[in-house]
């Protein structure tokens, strides 16, 4: 069942001076058991878009289809609680909001939030600890005393820990290092094929969207300017370079020698291919 | 002998590991030098030992000629900016002026004075337009810009960026990349960024590489990049220059390094007009 948005428009202070329409009549479907990407200018709309997804905000018009679930305007939305379980989200720079004593009983927090038994929650969450690769002799530690990327981990391992169908991911590589960011996307790429969640992230880093995920949207000025897959998306760096992204170093190497009066072919999609290209092309000049 | 001269450094913020490891460097003054190393590598922590945030267990940091001690500790922080991650935490006044005052309000700068002082600074990080604005109506970038002329405004000889860009936008990276780069060219100052940006490594003029509090490596970053081995063994990065360079010369293409898009592009370039 994919997540759609029919028509959903959100204003934040209505009726006050502060008005301000931060999405605009937005229509959208999300495929299931796919990765999408949500990217756009910083102040596009593309937090307000995701922070619908678990009723974290509301649609101020307007409605939202997500697993088996309608949020429709004006009205209170029911099993909040179960979607809240069902579609995990993470925001941005989670690492700033541990807050137990222990790793175990950071993670442990949600579940048992939820009703469930303390060894059962803390079974839990030892198995999402485990997702993410933290080493066990961090479970004890305090939160605090762990790395940036470890901590960022135990964040992500909180919302494992209650099992999402769907997980929205706010910038979740932000401040990693390569290897950090490269573990943490395959984790979510690992999660989707493995586990056959549904992941939804907003992203800056292109490189990312361009190895990783499935499906762009890009959001603008509150509406939904584009929807494509990622093949589609960087055919034409035009639309990154418009919205001042910087486009996956191998799309700005295609159009540089394209511009310099090779062809490489639009949907080049991977190194190896790059180089065949140019070989090629540079063996029919002899 | 450089502006900063670090020897035979030893640092650990509990008993059982050390956090910086027998560290040895030196930076020239007026050049741009990047740290690189994994998170945890230890970079920060020397940035705060240089800037004497952190008292070191053992070893020599030397900065324009004076040994750092306790005595000497506020005369050799005034020579020494540093620009940290977290733009929000940075700001402390209620306006860009306010902001980029702190400093010299705290140093008792005469009114007229800093006046002039943070029109010259805000003009640098191309933020006059902005100066009776409150922080929350800032992007990352500009907090980030306004936080570089803060630091400016107290004169220093050695500024240094703690991944000054990590937490921003493509934008605000772009912006920030731009303003270290001016005033590398512009200025004398000597820059130390740590970062994990290889297109910003591969422009500065010197390259420290850490690993588990250790230094592995220095060099220009033609030569860190040479050594593709002991990158890879501390999972760095290279360039997508080089890693194109790999899969060209695999198929048979006779190729150099090249550690810029733009001079690869232009030897494929001569190749394919040559041959």
């Known amino acids: 069942m994919p997540i759609t948005f029919e028509h959903v428009s959100h204003t934040y202070s209505e009726g006050t001076p502060f ?31 995701v922070q619908h997804l678990n009723a974290l905000l509301l649609p101020t018009k307007g409605q939202i289809c997500i697993l088996d679930r309608v949020i429709t305007a004006g009205e209170k939305p029911k099993k909040l609680k179960s979607l809240r379980g069902d579609v995990g989200l993470v925001f941005q720079f989670p690492e700033y909001q541990l807050f137990e004593e222990t790793v175990l009983k950071d993670v442990a927090f949600g579940p048992k939030n939820f009703g469930v038994r303390e060894e059962e929650a803390l079974e839990k969450a030892r198995n999402a600890l485990k997702l993410v690769n933290l080493p066990e002799d961090c479970y004890e530690k305090s939160p605090l005393e762990l790395s940036g990327g470890q901590k960022r981990r135990v964040a992500i391992a909180g919302i494992l820990a209650m099992n999402p169908k769907v997980l929205v991911l706010d910038e979740p590589t932000a401040g990693l290092d390569p290897a950090g960011t490269k573990a943490m996307m395959s984790l979510f790429y690992e999660l989707n094929v493995k586990y056959g969640k549904t992941i939804l992230m907003v992203t800056h880093d ?8 499935d499906d762009v949207v890009v959001v603008e000025d509150g509406s939904i300017k584009v929807h494509t897959n990622a093949q589609e998306f960087f055919r034409d760096s035009a639309l990154c370079r418009s919205m001042k992204i910087l486009p996956p170093a191998l799309i700005r190497m295609r159009d540089m020698l394209n511009e310099k009066g090779f062809a490489i072919p639009a949907d080049v999609q991977d190194l190896e291919a790059l180089a065949d290209d140019i070989v090629k092309q540079v063996k029919s000049h002899e | ?41 230890g970079k920060s922590t020397i940035a705060k030992l240089i800037t004497g945030l952190l008292e070191k267990k053992s070893g020599v940091i ?6 750092l001690n306790l005595e000497n500790l506020n005369a050799i922080r005034r020579k020494i900016g540093i620009v940290f991650q977290n733009p929000d935490n940075q700001f402390i006044g209620s306006t860009v002026r306010d902001d980029i005052a702190f400093g010299l309000e705290n140093h008792r700068i005469p009114q007229n004075e800093m006046d002039s ?7 640098r990080v191309r933020m006059t337009k902005y100066l009776d604005q409150e922080p929350t109506r800032l992007s990352g970038g500009q907090k980030q810009r306004v936080a570089i002329a803060g630091v400016l405004a107290m004169k220093p000889e050695i500024l240094i960026f703690d991944e000054a860009t990590a937490m921003l936008d493509p934008q605000g990276k772009e912006e920030i990349k731009k303003v270290i780069m001016d005033l590398h060219h512009e200025t004398g100052l000597t820059i130390m960024s740590i970062t994990h940006d290889i297109d910003e490594v591969a422009a500065s003029d010197f390259v420290i590489a850490l690993n588990e509090g250790r230094v592995v490596m ?3 970053p033609n030569e860190i990049f040479a050594q593709e081995e002991i990158l890879r063994r501390i999972q760095l990065d290279i360039p997508f220059s080089m890693k194109l360079e790999h899969k060209l010369r695999e198929k048979g293409l006779k190729m150099d390094r090249y550690i810029t898009m733009n001079d690869l592009l232009e030897e494929l370039c001569r190749l394919h007009s040559n041959m």
């Open chain 1, 19 to 49: 008005q301000y329409a931060a999405l605009k009549d937005v229509n959208l479907d999300i495929r299931e058991g796919k990765i999408t990407a949500i990217i756009g200018q910083t102040g596009s709309g593309k937090s307000t878009l």
């Open chain 1, 206 to 213: 292109m490189e990312n969207v361009f190895t990783y995920c």
């Open chain 2, 1 to 41: 002998m450089g502006i900063i001269d670090v020897k035979n450094l030893n640092f650990s913020y509990d008993e059982n590991t050390e956090t910086i490891n027998d560290v040895s460097f030196s930076v020239e003054k007026g050049t741009y030098t990047t740290i690189i190393g994994q998170n945890g590598s």
């Open chain 2, 62 to 67: 030397e900065i324009d000629g004076s040994e």
């Open chain 2, 117 to 123: 002082i943070i029109d010259a600074n805000a003009k």
């Open chain 2, 218 to 220: 220095t060099g220009t």
